[in-house]
């Protein structure tokens, strides 16, 4: 059977999504998180893999990766590729929402394709991501609809700054539920466990529509706001603004926020009660921008 060069490319890369697809089931069923082996990847599968790695366009970005020093990276050579350097490598996590939309696109368009995808997934985890992100649809495009994440609003903050934080969150309470809030007291339970910072990237990055970020002095000094400001950031180098609102609570600059040209709610001018409500006002123009046909 003869196959465009199109086909080729679609094929090539169904199979990449279907190697990183089974690695993040992996990590997600062994609550782990370890390297990619890119070593044993034929040259064509590694470079696409980097290629996919390096892309930040919001629209194309289909594998979640961030690099970090591992006293050695990948480079290419006329032989393929090797490690070497004391620069940064990348550390895959999975694929984005955009990456499994494209993944069951490809599988539908290439069921036969060897490996044949999904056959390696663990089915209670597979059926478990299902449900995760296709349960409660309830913004629709023609015959389409945009998964619900499971919370709807995030709050990432310091700890000296509680009181402020859940005066805002008591005043949001009258329209979202206590489920659709990712905030730390409301998860005690949950978040009694082993690798916590693992969980909270996923929850921070894959599972809060709109993230808060209230910046102060203490943020920039605290482990766990470091962590969640990560999974944020990535965001938005990847160019998702709108799922983020910034709250100023003094004037310390935090790395990657440029108060001259990055917009901002001051806690000096607006109180709680003013700062949920436009919390609420953001929600519903980030619901109105997924109904857009354009979006």
């Known amino acids: 059977m003869i196959t465009t060069p199109e086909e080729k490319r679609e094929r090539l890369l169904l199979k990449v999504l279907t190697l990183v697809a089974e690695f993040h089931k992996r990590n997600e069923h062994q609550q782990g998180q370890c390297h990619f082996n890119l070593d044993s990847q034929p040259e064509e599968i590694r470079g696409l893999l980097l290629s ?84 409660e649809s309830d913004v629709s495009m023609g015959n389409k609809s945009i998964p619900r994440k499971r919370f709807k609003i995030g709050f990432s903050f310091a700890g000296e700054h509680r009181n402020v934080v859940l005066e805002t969150i008591n005043h949001l309470l009258n329209t979202f539920d ?50 969640e400001y990560r999974a944020i950031r990535q965001r938005l180098v990847e160019g998702d603004d709108d799922s983020i609102f910034l709250i100023k609570l003094d004037d310390v600059e935090i790395e990657g926020i440029n108060y001259k040209v990055d917009g901002c709610i001051d806690i000096k001018f607006d109180p709680p009660e003013k700062i949920a409500e436009y919390i609420k006002e953001r929600y519903a123009l980030l619901q109105q921008k997924k109904k857009s046909p354009s979006h």
């Open 52 to 135: 996919l790695c390096r892309n930040p366009d919001k629209h194309t970005c289909l594998i979640n990766c961030h690099w970090k020093p591992l006293n050695r990276s990948l480079v290419k050579t006329a032989g393929g590729f090797r490690f070497e350097g004391e620069n940064n490598a990348p550390f895959i996590y999975g694929l984005t929402e955009a990456g499994w939309k494209k993944y069951k696109e490809l599988s539908q368009m290439y069921p036969n394709l060897e490996p044949k995808p999904l056959i390696a997934m663990p089915a209670p985890v597979a059926s478990n991501y299902d449900t995760i992100l296709v349960q």
């Open 178 to 227: 206590k489920k659709e809030i990712l905030y730390d007291e409301f998860l005690k339970a949950e978040f009694a466990r082993p690798n916590l910072d693992i969980k909270l990237r996923k929850l921070y990055y894959e599972e809060t529509e709109l993230n808060t970020l209230w910046l102060c002095k203490e943020y920039d000094k605290k482990t766990w706001c470091g962590i």
